[in-house]
């Protein structure tokens, strides 16, 4: 139980176009989803919070705009790279509680983006 | 804020080896502990956890246990495998707040 899915697993764009990243919870539905980016060799960064049916909170210095992020049901929530450069190039980590009061989060097994 | 701080890798050891790896916090109030593995190319699963002091969490062979008094909670297991070798996260969080993570510490067990 308890899986978190991500699509793409990677995928590759243009400088300038935008880039959808799917995450999904399989068999629970989560209230709260959270959107990490991991640099090569480095740790999580936590980019923004997603609760269903409501705007993202986001961390400071992520940009909102560039970093569109949708919660649209209680098991989908999409990360929408806008105007993509080749520093948006990263690895993108969603996850998921599975209970609002829960402690624990699962997470998804991430998308690679490469912007050329 | 709260932060976690882990022993720097990376760590190399052979098959069969002790393994510990240090990971202390600082927070306010009582956090939940967790350890979480990644593996190549993969995103982060959870390997074990503990909500209060003095709880141990175990899991796959791998122990740890919350210690309070010295604000700790590191990880370690008795024999390793060449298929442990990954990235570990040591990590908190308050309530049902964000998670925070250590810098992670890359394992690499040599058969």
């Known amino acids: 139980g308890a899986v978190v899915s991500q699509h793409p697993s990677w995928v590759i764009c243009k400088s300038g176009t935008s880039v959808k990243i799917e995450c999904r919870s399989l068999d629970f539905q989560a209230t709260t989803m959270f959107w990490y980016r991991q640099f090569p060799k480095q740790s999580l960064m936590l980019m923004a919070t997603s609760n269903e049916g409501s705007k993202a909170t986001y961390e400071q210095g992520v940009e909102k705009d560039k970093f569109l992020i949708n919660h649209a049901s209680l098991t989908l929530s999409t990360l929408t790279v806008t105007s993509a450069h080749p520093e948006d190039s990263s690895f993108y980590i969603c996850?998921?509680?599975?209970?609002?009061?829960?402690?624990?989060?699962?997470f998804g097994p991430g998308t690679r983006l490469t912007v050329t | 804020g709260d932060s976690v701080t882990q022993m720097e890798g990376p760590v190399t050891l052979s098959e069969e080896a002790f393994l510990t790896i240090n990971c202390t916090y600082t927070a306010t109030g009582y956090p939940s502990l967790f350890w979480y593995v990644q593996y190549p190319g993969e995103g982060l699963q959870l390997l074990l956890k503990?909500?209060?002091?003095?709880d141990k969490g175990s899991n796959k062979g791998f122990e740890a246990t919350y210690r309070k008094e010295t604000t700790s909670f590191h990880l370690e297991k008795g024999s390793v495998q060449v298929s442990d070798s990954a990235v570990y996260f040591c990590?908190?969080?308050?309530?049902?707040?964000?998670?925070?993570f250590g810098q992670g510490t890359r394992l690499t067990i040599n058969p």
């Open positions: 996850s998921a509680r599975l209970q609002a009061t829960s402690r624990e989060q699962y």
């Open positions: 503990a909500t209060k002091a003095d």
């Open positions: 990590a908190l969080s308050q309530g049902a707040q964000k998670l925070v």
